[in-house]
């Protein structure tokens, strides 16, 4: 049973037309990530939130944007996608706690193509 | 700045032979390590993780072990089988760092018949 899903799996946009990627948990967790991976890279962390509370990495650039509206979803909205902006989105989800390590589910991903 | 290396972008190993990975890390304050598996076009599967407090960590065919002093683990994987190939990543993360997981770039393990 899938635990953390991401549509569509697979987008194309246009250069500069806003473009939103969605992921949905069933796992009940409090922490949603949105990471961001190129060919051969590490994933990147673009932000994530902490029940509500939204934690923006310093690098990440304004042309993303992160909205989290019950527990359940979480959305990735790319203002004007540029070429750089290609890449496979992971949505990740940890049940963390104060005094606990735990770790991220991850969803399939969402590969990103822009033309 | 990478918190989190693995130096060799690529292995291979014959199948039923051991399979090592290495990670190295440079934040003392990662004090949970995790190592994932990554299949194409599909997202990064948990596979093993090891607290600070411990030294090794065993699960079937996969032991994970952890040299604080070194800041350095590494991943076993004996015996390797040609299913085990894929993308491995190393990961890190800490309790008082936010609720971060950091990636190395990780390993493409080629496990050959």
């Known amino acids: 049973d899938a635990m953390v899903i991401q549509n569509p799996r697979y987008q194309v946009t246009q250069f500069g037309k806003p473009v939103t990627l969605s992921c949905s948990q069933t796992?009940?967790?409090?922490?949603m990530y949105w990471y961001q991976q190129k060919s051969s890279q590490a994933p990147k962390l673009l932000f994530h939130?902490?029940?509500?509370?939204?934690?923006n990495e310093a690098d990440t650039p304004d042309n993303f944007q992160s909205r989290r509206p019950n527990t359940s979803f979480c959305f990735l909205d790319i203002r004007s996608p540029g070429l750089g902006d290609a890449a496979m989105y992971l949505c990740?989800?940890?049940?963390?706690?104060?005094?606990?390590?735990?770790?991220?589910?991850f969803g399939q991903g969402t590969r990103l193509t822009v033309v | 700045d990478q918190q989190v290396k693995q130096n060799s972008p690529s292995l291979s190993v014959q199948e039923g032979r051991i399979s090592i990975l290495n990670c190295d890390y440079t934040?003392?304050?990662?004090?949970?390590f995790l190592w994932y598996k990554k299949y194409p076009a599909e997202g990064p599967t948990f596979l093993i993780s090891?607290?600070?407090?411990?030294d090794k960590n065993e699960d079937g065919r996969f032991t994970v072990f952890l040299n604080k002093s070194a800041k350095h683990l590494s991943l076993h994987i004996v015996p390797s089988q040609p299913g085990d190939s894929a993308v491995y990543f190393c990961?890190?993360?800490?309790?008082?760092?936010?609720?971060?997981?950091?990636f190395g770039p990780g390993t493409r393990l080629s496990v050959l018949p």
């Open positions: 934040n003392s304050m990662f004090d949970y």
């Open positions: 990740a989800t940890s049940g963390l706690g104060l005094l606990m390590n735990t770790e991220a589910f």
């Open positions: 939130y902490y029940d509500k509370d939204f934690n």
């Open positions: 090891i607290s600070s407090i411990k």
């Open positions: 990961a890190a993360s800490a309790r008082n760092y936010g609720q971060n997981f950091v």
């Open positions: 796992l009940n967790h409090n922490v």
